[in-house]
């Protein structure tokens, strides 16, 4: 299909500006620029300004980019949450920015960082993630992604599918496994519609662990499943890091996760409760601040 968007600006001779109509088809099914296998190493310290400098004359305010000569299949937020991990997202933006341009998607990236030192509410995050894209592009497709895992080969696709996916399958911290079969944590994708079938995420998860359980047993109980890719195409790596602060364990997770098929209706985006207190726009990203609360 030939789209039309408006892309060049040309002088002409008597030096007005005239607008050029060119016409894009869509992108090809498969990226003509991956290159498969990917060296990620973490042994170096680049500043977030030198990342800017290298990745950054491509991208648009916000860390928003359209591949330049085809219309993608794919209108992505990447979204992000995100507490005093500075030195991840420099590694992060630093990986990825040329990843998702050699994938050819429209795509923008969100990190939406909690605000204060309360307990961290990573689901609760996603949730305003999805919701503040939204006001910004008609994203089709969201990415859920940890700060802290990088992909190792460009053909695991950040892009949305039949099925809710889960990308980051082969994880190095795992030794390369799937530490559990129903694992749907690290890097996963929801298109706008699959997202909205399951009422997004539980926002009751406060401290680490059981929202990605949580999210896989949403979407079984729509009836869904999930698609995932091989084990070579999904290998990661985890940035190392010590389980951050006012994150700990959430020993409340088991029993919440019990009542998923109760809750859910009322408990996710359709009840989600949050006030901005900043949004920066960055070359590489949006940093958007948010006070999302505390648990009851
Ligand atoms: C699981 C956690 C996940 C976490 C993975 C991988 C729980 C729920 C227990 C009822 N689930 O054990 O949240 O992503 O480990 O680390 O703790």
Known sequence: MAVTRLTEQTQTLKGKTTEVQTKLSSCPETSPHLVGPLHVEFNWSRTMEAVRTECGS???EGGRYKPPDCISHHKVAIIIPFRNRHQHLIQWLYYLHPVLQRQQLDYGVYIINQDGEGMF???????????????????????????????????????????PRHLSVAVDKFGFMLP??????GVVSLSKEQYLAINGFSNNYWGWGGEDDDIYQRIAIKSMSITRPDMATGRFKMIKHERDVHNELNLHRGE??????????????????YTINKIEKDTLYTFITVDIGSPK
């Open 256 to 273: 919440i996760l019990e009542k998923t098929s109760s809750t859910m209706e009322e408990d996710g985006i359709n009840s989600l409760r």
């Open 180 to 185: 559990y079969s129903t694992i749907f944590g």
């Open 121 to 163: 509410n990573k689901a609760r995050l996603m949730n305003v993630g999805f919701a503040e894209a939204l006001k910004e592009y008609n994203y089709t497709c969201f990415v859920f992604s940890d700060v802290d895992l990088i992909p190792m080969n460009d053909r695991n696709i950040y892009g949305c599918f039949s099925k």
């Open 58 to 60: 491509s991208l648009l």
